[in-house]
């Protein structure tokens, strides 16, 4: 599919001689000794991202590594010294101030980190702001204006204003003026990063339910790798003005590029990001159905290293996991499912981080199915424990992934 | 004394008031009839409407906008005003402050946002403005005499000179204050350059223009005290005349009429700048 957001070979450099700084980064000289030797100092180096509709694109790094700076690239808050950006096929760097205005003010909203709200108008007013500088008249701006303060949760706080919310409740304005223009792309900011960790999670989620009413594409800005794991369905991380690796949140994890990258993963609880599919087994498990022998059940099951089956239904649906011990109990000729044993299985998509307490109420191995109920693989106890012990060594930055 | 040398900058100054007088006539008359026709309309405005209704109307916005403490104040301030037999000149000098001031701002107001847009035009007109606020006002009244005469208008001329550096100043230091990221916002969202200003940059920077516009109006009421050296008529011209006569009585009447009208019109265009605190 077509990337909604298309960046190509962007740089930008501050200081005295953008110009020459731009050659000197051609010629493979590092950021300190163009800045040492020109004054200049290299925001964003040769970045290259395709954003897809739809995704929320979260950009991560270091304070000074150049993703606030991006941002503001992709809707020419500042002017690229070189390179295309892109948006549904429009470049954005060679647009005429006009049709600029126009992209700024239909397709591509904002929200700050400081949350940049004005003091001195009511919270509707606030929301109804892009609304008013694009030139919709006031009954029409302040009823869109109402409803997207109704998807954040502010209906009640129309007439209030800002200072007397709570930083919360401020951004939450800041999120509602964003969604009043009904853009496509919302350019966030660090735009949860000075909240209270609780205040932060709560907006996180209400992003994503956000995103589940009315999907947009969504590039946020971020340098808290748990928060990028959160709501991200793929991270770019950056380290001195480039993009040092992009990739979903367990790829990131799973193959950290560098150093640098997995540095972040110090004090990130990853148990979020895998999922019961990442850490199953799902080649050496025998699959049954309901009238299987025991005795062919035992024969199977002595072909693979485990000592557990499962039985399933003409669709595939898992029913039970049977044991090998208690296969014994039987004669060769009685069906399997005499002594399966009937648990709850739980879905592909379940994180990592629910299972332990499923393992410790269950008396054999986690069945893992697909959306329809079909049978995917089991999570034995001896996998969990691996998994779990691999994520407390990554999180502790000196894993062996 | 040889080798004694001498700049005679007096003398250019001079040289050119007399190029000025010589050529620019038409334009000093276009000033003076605008300036007088300023002037006399508010002072014939305030004085046809009855003193007990503009007394009244003063109290009302100290009990409304300031506090009713304030609004007592007023009434026994204005009282004094008028048992001193000072209502007339006390108008005369309202009248010339409100015309000074409007017209310092209508040219301020512009000038500092002009020199918020650009460093350039701060770093020229910065040294223009401690010029005009650190030469003693005294020296104003030379020229303004020299062009126009004696009378209101060469005192209302002098008064917008010495009041205007406030309102530059802190139009163009609110403007620049205006955080980062709420400027990205109006742009983010669309604002073209007048938009930027007069929905975002204007708006944010109004208490610091506030600011700027209370210290106009109280230089301008000292100012229009001095400038009835020139004539300029008012309660300057009670003080003035009290210092002919060393008549302490008659000064004092004259200097306190300036300190309750200084105080009532501070507090006043105080309140106003902290608007929505006191509404709300």
């Not at chain 1, 991270?235 to 994890?253: F, H, L, S, W």
Request: glycine share 10%.
């Amino acid at each position: 599919m077509e990337p909604i957001i298309r960046v190509r070979e962007l740089y930008k450099v501050f200081g005295p001689n953008p110009q020459e700084g731009l050659r000197l980064i051609e010629d493979g000289l590092d950021k300190d000794t163009i800045f040492e030797r020109t004054g200049n100092t290299v925001g964003v180096k040769d970045c290259n991202l395709d954003i897809a509709e739809g995704e929320i694109f979260v950009v991560m790094g270091l304070s000074g590594s150049g993703k606030s700076t991006l941002v503001r690239l992709l809707n020419r808050l500042i002017e690229p010294t070189a390179g295309t950006v892109e948006v549904r096929g429009r470049d954005v760097t060679r647009m005429s101030q006009r049709d600029l205005i126009r992209l700024r003010s239909e397709d591509l909203a904002m929200v700050f980190q400081s949350f940049a709200l004005m003091p001195h108008k009511t919270v509707i007013d606030n929301a109804a702001l892009g609304l008013e500088i694009a030139g919709v008249g006031r009954t029409r701006r302040r009823e869109r204006a109402q409803e997207a303060l109704e998807q954040v949760g502010l209906k009640a706080h129309a007439r209030s204003y800002p200072d007397e919310l709570s930083g919360g409740m401020q951004q939450r304005v800041g999120l509602a003026r964003a969604l009043a223009t009904d853009p496509s792309i919302m350019l966030m900011d660090e735009a949860f990063s000075a909240l209270d960790p609780l205040i932060r999670t709560e907006m996180q989620d209400r992003l994503l339910d956000l995103q589940r009413e009315h999907r947009r594409t969504v590039v946020f800005i971020s340098h808290d790798l748990d928060e990028a794991i959160r709501i991200g369905d793929r991270i770019a991380i950056m380290q001195g003005g480039e993009v040092v690796q992009v990739g979903t949140p367990k790829e990131i994890i799973t193959h950290p590029a560098n150093e640098y990258v997995r540095s972040f993963f110090h004090g990130v609880d990853i148990t979020q990001v895998f999922q019961a599919c990442d850490i199953m087994d799902s080649e050496n498990i025998p699959v049954l159905d309901a009238d299987t022998t025991a005795g062919e059940a035992r024969n199977r099951i002595a072909h693979v290293p485990g000592n557990e089956a499962v039985i399933v239904d003409a669709g595939g649906r898992f029913q039970s996991v049977v044991q090998a011990k208690r296969l014994g109990e039987l004669t060769l000729d009685r069906a399997a499912s005499e002594v399966a044993v009937e648990v709850e299985a739980v879905p592909e998509d379940t994180a990592l981080a629910d299972l332990p307490r499923r393992a410790a109420q269950s008396p054999v191995s986690i069945p893992v199915v697909d959306g329809e109920g079909r049978f995917r693989g089991l999570v034995t106890l001896q996998r969990l424990v691996e998994a779990l012990d691999r994520s407390r060594n990554a999180a502790a930055a000196n894993g062996d992934y | 004394m040889e080798g004694r040398i001498n700049i005679p900058v007096g003398d250019w100054i001079e040289n050119g008031v007399d190029w000025i007088l010589d050529n620019l006539e038409p334009a000093l008359d276009g000033i003076a009839w605008f300036l007088g026709l300023l002037t006399n309309s508010f002072e014939g405005a305030l004085l046809a409407i009855p003193a007990w209704l503009l007394v009244l109307v003063l109290v009302g916005l100290s009990w409304w906008r300031v506090s009713w403490r304030f609004g007592i104040f007023a009434i026994v301030a204005l009282g004094l005003i008028l048992g001193m037999d000072l209502w007339e000149p006390t108008i005369k000098t309202l009248s010339l402050v409100l015309a000074a001031t409007a017209v310092a701002l209508a040219i301020g107001m512009p000038v500092g946002v002009a020199m918020a847009r650009s460093d350039w035009l701060e770093a020229s007109i910065r040294p223009v403005l401690d010029l005009m606020q650190t030469m003693p006002p005294f020296v104003y009244l030379i020229p303004a005499a020299i062009f126009f005469g004696l009378g209101t208008v060469p005192g209302a001329i002098a008064t917008v000179v010495f009041c205007m550096p406030p309102v530059v100043r802190l139009t163009n230091l609110g403007i620049r204050q205006v955080n980062r990221e709420q400027i990205e916002a109006g742009l983010a969202f669309g604002c073209n350059r007048r938009q930027l200003l007069t929905k975002i940059q204007l708006p944010l920077a109004m208490p610091s223009i506030m600011a700027g516009i209370n210290q106009t109006i109280m230089l301008a009421l000292s100012m229009v005290v001095i400038a009835s050296m020139i004539g300029a008529g008012g309660l300057g011209n009670t003080v003035l005349t009290g210092i002919q006569r060393l008549d302490v009585g008659l000064g004092f009447e004259g200097g306190l009429g300036v300190v309750i009208l200084a105080i009532l019109l501070d507090r006043i265009t105080q309140s106003v700048g902290l608007r929505r605190k006191a509404s709300s």
